[in-house]
């Protein structure tokens, strides 16, 4: 009878091999179950952790990274009670790996060390050239892609040694997806076409949808709308016979992308849709915040500025809770990323915005630009600069709501009048809340014209009370305005424009910041506007 059980064992596992790759994960994951529950029921333990890294692979290819960490888990946990070495290394990379696309980068590393150390002691020669292509995937992250194709280089080496086809076409594509980054995209054609070839012959149908997903991304960057099409075509194809929600989520991004660039942004708008709710189903965070970014330069190319900036904000908070979990090693680089389309999104908005009198858009560029240099000047660097240029674009955007008539009117102001200008700060505030920045640049809106001595207004703040980012764009706001030619004076010169400020510190600027400025524009920084932020 144990004879009889052990073939429908081995028979059952054939099959399973056989349905996963050919890419029917149903029957495959109903074959690994059922000799799994065979072995386990008649003691043979020494099969499960192998069974149960089969089955949490499957999961992990449709997206079901909780579903594949508690299978590999569990395959962790039969190797070490049965005392094999080989397989709890390979569950410690398998669990690494889950970890890695869950974006758990706090514990990625320490769980590769412990399948590296394992592997070399258990002289797993395939394991540890898994291990060397997953270290490869991290440089890759860490934007270090020189180390990370050194690694995939020896991975694919010691994988071609073993005869291991199938693993070598995954570093093949791997190879590629470094190359797309690079923008070398010769390179990138040639690693795609050798993963395509080799996992077209052994018929792994995740390969071929993962090979044909990344083409799609390189023909777009390529501007090849047609193979683009033709590559998503296939993967989609692929993804919905595997079932896979997570490859469907990518597909859809990119048709969405492809509608984009074709000019069809209906059709573009529906498939980013359908890739969020995959995206969001699958709880795949970094997906997520990447089709909000893709769905925010839909908006860009309709002109619809608002929309896209509330995508960005919903994309920009992802990174950022993602970071604020250590989960991401490339968290940074992807939120700079969205902080440059942000930018360009408000630059959008503003000149799209009807101004009146003499103030316009060009205006708003000079404040930003010095607003930054006197920020920096007092220590703000990085991503808050890059902020606080966004608030010096938007800090006056309340003028909109103010009739024309009023503000272009030649003569002096009725009382009622002059308290309708004195709203716009208010008003500022309240249709920049409506954007829902990630960063607070609200302050920036609502007291550029409180004083340094209380006079100001909506909310009498004086000195340290008032926000730095409010008291530095007032100070960029007056330069740029005095050195700016109106409809009733030319303008005045640096020199000055700084007396007449002058006159205001302690008064109405802060004078600290001002004298700061001073000597920034003395040694002649101020006349060269800092334009590679655009």
Not at 45 to 68: K, M, N, S
Not at 83 to 88: A, D, K, S, T
Request: aromatic share 8%; proline share 4%.
């Amino acid at each position: 009878m144990a004879t009889v059980i052990k073939v429908n064992v081995s028979a059952l596992i054939d099959a399973a091999r056989e349905a996963e790759r050919v890419g029917d994960w149903d029957e495959a994951l109903a074959g690994y179950s059922e000799a799994l529950s065979h072995v386990c029921a008649n003691g043979d333990g020494r099969r499960a952790p192998e069974l149960l890294r089969w089955i949490g692979r499957i999961h992990f290819e449709r997206g079901d990274y909780e579903g594949a960490l508690e299978a590999f888990q569990a395959s962790l946990a039969k190797a070490q009670a049965s005392g094999q070495r080989e397989p709890v290394a390979a569950a410690l990379n398998c669990m690494a790996v889950v970890q890695q696309f869950r974006g758990r980068m706090d514990l990625v590393e320490p769980l590769y060390a412990q399948a590296a150390q394992v592997a070399d002691e258990a002289g797993d020669q395939k394991l540890g050239a898994m291990v060397h292509q997953n270290l490869g995937t991290l440089a890759n992250m860490r934007g270090d892609l020189a180390l990370a194709l050194q690694r995939y280089q020896s991975a694919l080496e010691r994988f071609r040694r073993l005869g291991d086809e199938r693993t070598a076409a995954r570093v093949l594509n791997n190879m590629g997806m470094l190359h797309v980054d690079a923008a070398q995209w010769g390179e990138a054609e040639m690693c795609f076409t050798s993963a395509f070839e080799l996992a077209q012959r052994l018929g792994d149908a995740g390969t071929l949808a993962k090979v044909q997903i990344n083409r799609t991304e390189l023909a777009l960057k390529r501007q090849d709308f047609e193979g683009a099409r033709a590559c998503c075509d296939q993967a989609y194809k692929i993804y919905s016979r595997l079932g896979s929600e997570s490859g469907l989520a990518e597909a859809y991004k990119f048709y969405g992308a492809l509608y984009r660039e074709t000019g069809n942004s209906q059709l573009a708008h529906t498939h980013m849709t359908l890739a969020l709710k995959l995206a969001q189903v699958c709880g795949d965070p970094l997906l997520e915040a990447e089709i909000e970014n893709e769905r925010a330069l839909v908006y860009m190319k309709d002109g619809r500025h608002r929309e896209a900036l509330r995508c960005l904000n919903r994309g920009h908070a992802l990174f950022r809770e993602l970071r604020a979990r250590r989960d991401l090693l490339d968290v940074e680089r992807r939120l700079d990323h969205v902080e440059k389309i942000y930018l360009r999104v408000v630059q959008m908005l503003e000149r799209d915005t009807p101004w009146a009198g003499d103030v316009t858009p060009d205006h708003y560029e000079r404040v930003a630009d010095y607003a930054c240099m006197l920020a920096q000047a007092v220590g703000l660097n990085g991503r808050d600069l890059t902020w606080l240029r966004i608030g010096a674009l938007l800090y006056d955007i309340g003028r909109t709501a103010i009739p024309p008539e009023v503000l272009n009117k030649p003569g002096p102001l009725t009382t009622g009048e002059w308290e309708l200008v004195q709203r716009h700060p208010e008003l500022g505030d309240e249709m920049v809340a409506e954007l829902d920045p990630p960063w607070d640049i609200r302050p920036m809106a609502r007291y550029h014209h409180e004083h340094w001595d209380g006079s100001g207004y909506p909310d009498g703040l004086s000195g340290e009370a008032i926000p730095l980012a409010a008291r530095i764009v007032s100070v960029a706001d007056i330069y740029a305005a005095l050195t700016a030619p109106r409809s009733f004076r030319p303008p005045f010169s640096p020199r000055d424009a700084l007396h007449i400020m002058e006159r205001d510190a302690g008064r109405v600027l802060d004078p600290e910041l001002f004298q700061t400025f001073r000597s920034l524009v003395h040694d002649g920084h101020a006349e060269v506007p800092a334009l590679a932020w655009n």
